[in-house]
């Protein structure tokens, strides 16, 4: 249990369907991320949330909206994906510290998303 | 890109032996993280170094840092079988360890 509590833990959708996945994170962190993991490529780094506010989006597709509520919470809301889309879809929280930084992620288990 | 490669992509040892797992990465980086990854699941943290550290330990592990080669090593000693898993370095360029690039990752197989 890394704090960090992600759902669902499977999807799978159609194309033209529309899902969200859920993040929350009960470290009292104030950044959030989103990191997509595809089978034989690295960890790639999608969104990443800071007090709420989005501070990266690494030139993610349109098709992939996230949204912050809070500092505990983080949604990746999902319409008309590809079937390149499936992976396994990783949320993380790290505490900033009073120098500026931030340290080491805390991941959660992943939702696994498979698009038909 | 400082993307960091590890080396080997795959290792198989005997439960006790040592295993050592190496990254390479390509610019200057403020600190360099080791995750454990077991196979369907999320990414543990081991341990993070930074640039003006040369060597951490944590438990059974050691990880090394050399900047002069851009490259650190992780050391698991009396490796265990649940230590099997995927171990990735990730490479943070300023001090959001949380905006790390992550290398492909070594996997790790110990047999009881």
């Known amino acids: 249990e890394t704090g960090v509590t992600q759902t669902p833990r499977h999807l799978v959708m159609g194309m033209t369907n529309k899902k969200s996945l859920k993040c929350e994170q009960h470290?009292?962190?104030?950044?959030m991320y989103w990191y997509k993991q595809s089978a034989k490529k690295p960890l790639e780094l999608m969104f990443v949330?800071?007090?709420?506010?989005?501070?990266e989006n690494n030139s993610v597709p349109s098709r992939f909206s996230p949204e912050c509520p809070n500092s505990s919470h983080l949604f990746l809301h999902l319409h008309t994906l590809q079937p390149e889309d499936s992976a396994l879809y990783l949320c993380?929280?790290?505490?900033?510290?009073?120098?500026?930084?931030?340290?080491?992620?805390?991941f959660g288990e992943g939702s696994r998303l498979t698009v038909l | 890109s400082q993307q960091g490669e590890e080396d080997p992509q795959a290792l198989s040892i005997q439960e006790g032996e040592n295993a050592t797992m190496n990254c390479s990465y390509k610019?200057?980086?403020?600190?360099l993280q080791w995750y454990r990854q077991n196979s369907g699941r999320g990414l543990v943290h081991l341990i993070l170094?930074?640039?003006?550290?040369r060597e951490k330990h944590s438990g059974r592990l050691r990880v090394t840092l050399d900047t002069s080669k851009k490259s650190s090593s992780l050391l698991i000693t009396a490796s265990r079988a649940a230590d099997t898993a995927s171990y990735f370095c990730?490479?943070?360029?300023?001090?959001?360890?949380?905006?790390?690039?992550f290398g492909d990752g070594t996997t790790l197989t110990v047999k009881p």
């Open positions: 990730a490479t943070a360029y300023n001090t959001n360890a949380g905006k790390s690039t």
């Open positions: 610019t200057s980086i403020n600190n």
């Open positions: 470290l009292g962190h104030n950044a």
């Open positions: 949330y800071n007090f709420k506010e989005q501070t």
């Open positions: 170094i930074r640039s003006n550290e």
């Open positions: 993380a929280s790290s505490q900033g510290s009073s120098g500026g930084g931030h340290g080491e992620l805390f």
